[in-house]
């Protein structure tokens, strides 16, 4: 289905800089979030949509009633995050379109940019679609404003129809590419009995299961003093942190060297000098039991480090970050075909996969809200070869649309 007000929407939202911070601790991460949630409240307000409303955290709320007949159906939600990762700079986006696009090489306006169907497979599905994309020197920020972009659309459409359809709770969610987008979610004001996120890629693609994830800590201690007169008093926690990055394994348990269901640990950071070194890392596995051997194993690697440096000592600090969303989705099966069922009635096949990754609603989930992830056609996150089709979105809005009366009829 054609949806007049969906590129235009899009077009406007990335261009607004919504990018976060990991290294903040303010709610949300960076206050220039809630510019886009300003405008997302304005422009549900000025749709009719009576109780939109941004709170002082930075979440965004909302509900469009359920159609005559269905306001005792299950209530559901559709979730999208404003941010955009820190990892490329999300400022002065240009969305740039190539229409009709010709199955061959994407050649973006700056930076010497270039996606072919060979790197980029879905491409090979996208012959005669819109392709959008940045001008090259920024991301494009599809991920997640194409999920937004189409709950705002089918939230339109819904206003002004006498479709069928249950009760449609919004919720749009600060600092997910941070890690940090579940933690405020008030699930007693936002009212869903189940919910999705709309933040997948390929079309007809449906994830209900993710990595169960924690974070570690990695600290070596040492002891500094004047190097001209280190001998035997120097304890150097750099060469300490060196020999344990260096026995991390690299064929297996290795994010380069996995695919698949094979977890991995993965150093992603490190900072300090003699006297401290901290370095962090993931965990990841679909199986949470194989969370406890990867941090033994990080435990033992520390341990052979410290003993090989003299003179320095060693921590190794867990947190939980999330878990499998499967563990709460198998005991409620009929939020995944709801879902199945939405998707095919948009004439699209059924692409169940897992995430290797998380998302909102791996959070959500446990929280007591039930959430898959369904496509919103965004893909190449987080860099400048980022693009979205236009016909995948609007595919994206058809599935939202279909999924809230098929909920309003079935259930």
């Known amino acids: 289905m054609k949806y007049p007000s969906l590129l235009d929407r899009f077009k406007q939202y990335v261009q607004i800089d919504t990018q976060s911070d990991a290294s903040s601790p303010t709610v949300p991460s960076t206050a220039k979030q809630k510019n886009l949630g300003q405008l997302l409240v304005q422009q549900l307000l000025e749709m009719g949509v009576e109780d939109a409303h941004m709170d002082d955290k930075g979440y965004v709320y909302a509900t469009v009633p359920a159609s005559a007949g269905a306001e ?14 820190p990892e490329y700079s ?34 090979k599905e996208m012959k005669g679609h819109t392709i959008i994309t940045s001008d090259g020197s920024t991301l494009l920020g599809a991920d997640n404003k194409a999920g937004v972009a189409e709950i705002m659309t089918a939230a339109e459409l819904l206003m002004k129809s006498d479709r069928p359809h249950a009760a449609m709770k919004i919720l749009f ?7 940090r987008g579940a933690d405020h979610v008030d699930l007693e004001k936002l009212g869903a009995d ?14 209900d299961e993710t990595f169960s994830a924690d974070g570690a800590t990695i600290i070596f201690r ?3 003093t004047h190097p001209g007169y280190a001998h035997k008093k120097m ?13 991390l394994p690299r064929s297996e348990w290795a994010p380069e060297s996995t695919k698949g269901e094979a977890g991995f640990v993965h150093p992603y950071e490190i900072t300090g000098g003699v006297e401290e070194v901290r370095i962090t890392m993931i965990l990841r596995s679909f199986d949470t039991e194989d ?20 003179r320095t000592s060693y921590e190794v600090i867990i947190s939980e970050q999330y878990r499998n969303m499967k ?26 996969s897992k995430i290797r990754g998380g998302t909102d609603g791996s959070k959500l989930s446990f929280m007591g809200l039930p959430c898959p992830n369904i496509f919103a056609g965004e893909h190449a996150f987080h860099s400048p070869y980022e693009f979205v089709s236009l016909q995948d979105m609007e595919s994206a809005t058809d599935v939202i649309v279909n999924l809230l009366e098929i909920v309003a009829v079935e259930s």
């Not at 969610?173 to 890690?179: A, L, N, R, Y």
């Not at 933040?199 to 007809?204: E, F, I, N």
């Not at 005991?331 to 939405?342: C, F, G, N, S």
């Open 90 to 123: 999300g400022a002065g986006v240009i969305p740039t379109l190539h229409e009709d696009y010709d199955g061959g090489e994407i050649h973006l306006p700056k930076g010497g940019i270039v996606l072919t169907p060979k790197q980029f497979g879905p491409l």
């Open 173 to 179: 969610t600060p600092d997910e590419e941070i890690g």
């Open 291 to 310: 969370l406890e051997p990867y941090a033994a194993l990080l435990n033992t690697l520390a341990k052979q480090a410290s003993k090989a440096v003299k």
């Open 72 to 85: 005792d159906k299950p209530a559901v939600c559709f979730c999208a995050h404003m941010d955009t990762s």
């Open 194 to 207: 189940f919910g999705y996120t709309m933040d997948g890629a390929t079309k007809g693609s449906l994830e």
């Open 235 to 247: 304890g150097n926690a750099l060469k300490a942190a060196g020999v344990f990055l260096g026995s």
């Open 222 to 224: 040492g002891a500094n």
């Open 327 to 352: 563990e709460v989705l198998d005991k409620h099966p009929h939020v995944v075909e709801y879902a199945e069922k939405a998707i095919s009635a948009a004439g699209l096949p059924v692409r169940k």
